[in-house]
């Protein structure tokens, strides 16, 4: 104790100007957007990096569950890209495909699933095309939407977040839309609410995303009814839903990379102005 007391009277001056240095970067950082945005991305790669090692390691005692999980989902795949072959004519051709998505594989590095806000992280980032507010999708449905990127990871706002919403509607009725969010602790399910009084909504109904969006595809598979919960007030009601996604056992994603999105914002925003 005595050493490192007369190592401090003898370095105080040293030590006091390093603890001054690290404070000036940390109120310059929390202050500055340019310097903020900065420290989010290089943290967002350490982290980053330091997770995808660990999921390495676990990734080796799994290979036999991932390889199967690949082999299921290039069959489901295969089915969903409508393939008719024309024997007379000697090619194939795909129909029924949406050409103005790009879907962009990647790994998740991490998630949570018991918190207020919950994240995922993936292995892919800006050097990879993908960009904030992308959707996120499984081979089960709708996962998120991207919210911060670095040149090789992205964070996204899960479904499991206090405010995320997500345009929906029932598959069996195409003209009622409502909106999809977690009002729950449990990651298995979420809340349904604004569903007119008249709709007959049964167990096991299926919800997906509505055309009211560039974020997501139209129906795409976000959950089934559970319960119907009617309003107080005799106006709209609510449902609870079991999520098509286990967000806890998330393994792959795919990013969905609207090949239009630029044009679409331009418009928005041109729309914005004309409005003020």
């Given at each position: 104790?005595y050493?490192?007391?007369?190592?401090?009277?003898?370095h105080?001056?040293?030590?006091?100007?390093?603890?001054?240095?690290?404070?000036?970067?940390?109120?310059?950082?929390?202050?500055?957007?340019?310097?903020?945005?900065?420290?989010i991305?290089?943290?967002?790669?350490?982290?980053?990096?330091?997770?995808?090692?660990?999921?390495?390691?676990?990734?080796y005692?799994?290979?036999?569950?991932?390889?199967?999980?690949?082999?299921?989902?290039?069959?489901?795949?295969?089915?969903q890209?409508?393939?008719?072959?024309?024997?007379?004519?000697?090619?194939?051709?795909?129909?029924?495909?949406?050409?103005?998505?790009n879907?962009?594989?990647?790994?998740?590095?991490?998630?949570?699933?018991?918190?207020?806000?919950?994240?995922?992280?993936?292995?892919?980032?800006?050097?990879?095309?993908?960009?904030?507010?992308?959707?996120?999708?499984?081979?089960?449905?709708?996962v998120?939407?991207?919210?911060?990127?670095?040149?090789?990871?992205?964070?996204?706002?899960?479904?499991?977040h206090?405010?995320?919403?997500?345009?929906?509607?029932?598959?069996?009725?195409?003209?009622?839309?409502?909106?999809l969010?977690?009002e729950?602790?449990?990651?298995?399910?979420?809340?349904?609410?604004?569903?007119?009084?008249?709709?007959?909504?049964?167990?096991?109904?299926?919800?997906?995303?509505s055309?009211?969006?560039?974020?997501?595809?139209?129906?795409?598979?976000?959950?089934?009814?559970?319960e119907?919960?009617?309003?107080p007030?005799?106006?709209?009601?609510?449902?609870?839903?079991?999520?098509?996604?286990?967000?806890?056992?998330?393994?792959?994603?795919?990013?969905?990379?609207?090949?239009?999105?630029?044009?679409?914002?331009?418009?928005?925003?041109?729309?914005?102005?004309?409005?003020?």
């Open positions: 104790m050493n490192l007391l007369r190592f401090i009277h003898k105080h001056f040293v030590i006091l100007f390093l603890v001054l240095e690290v404070l000036c970067v940390v109120m310059l950082t929390m202050t500055q957007n340019y310097h903020r945005q900065k420290r991305n290089t943290t967002n790669d350490i982290v980053g990096r330091i997770y995808e090692t660990g999921t390495h390691v676990g990734d005692f799994r290979l036999g569950k991932i390889n199967r999980e690949l082999a299921e989902e290039n069959a489901l795949l295969r089915r890209l409508a393939v008719v072959t024309d024997t007379t004519q000697g090619y194939q051709q795909v129909i029924n495909v949406d050409t103005i998505y879907f962009i594989p990647a790994r998740v590095v991490n998630s949570t699933v018991n918190r207020p806000n919950n994240y995922i992280m993936i292995d892919k980032g800006r050097a990879d095309g993908i960009e904030k507010d992308m959707g996120v999708i499984s081979t089960d449905g709708i998120g939407i991207v919210t911060d990127v670095s040149p090789h990871y992205a964070s996204v706002m899960s479904l499991l206090s405010f995320s919403n997500i345009s929906v509607r029932l598959k069996n009725n195409d003209e009622q839309l409502a909106t969010r977690w729950t602790t449990n990651y298995r399910y979420g809340t349904v609410d604004g569903i007119p009084t008249h709709l007959r909504l049964h167990e096991g109904d299926t919800v997906v995303t055309s009211y969006s560039y974020i997501f595809p139209e129906n795409l598979m976000a959950g089934t009814v559970m119907l919960i009617p309003s007030s005799g106006t709209l009601n609510k449902a609870k839903i079991k999520y098509s996604t286990d967000f806890a056992s998330l393994k792959t994603v795919y990013v969905i990379q609207h090949t239009n999105k630029a044009e679409l914002d331009t418009l928005y925003q041109h729309q914005n102005q004309q409005e003020l």
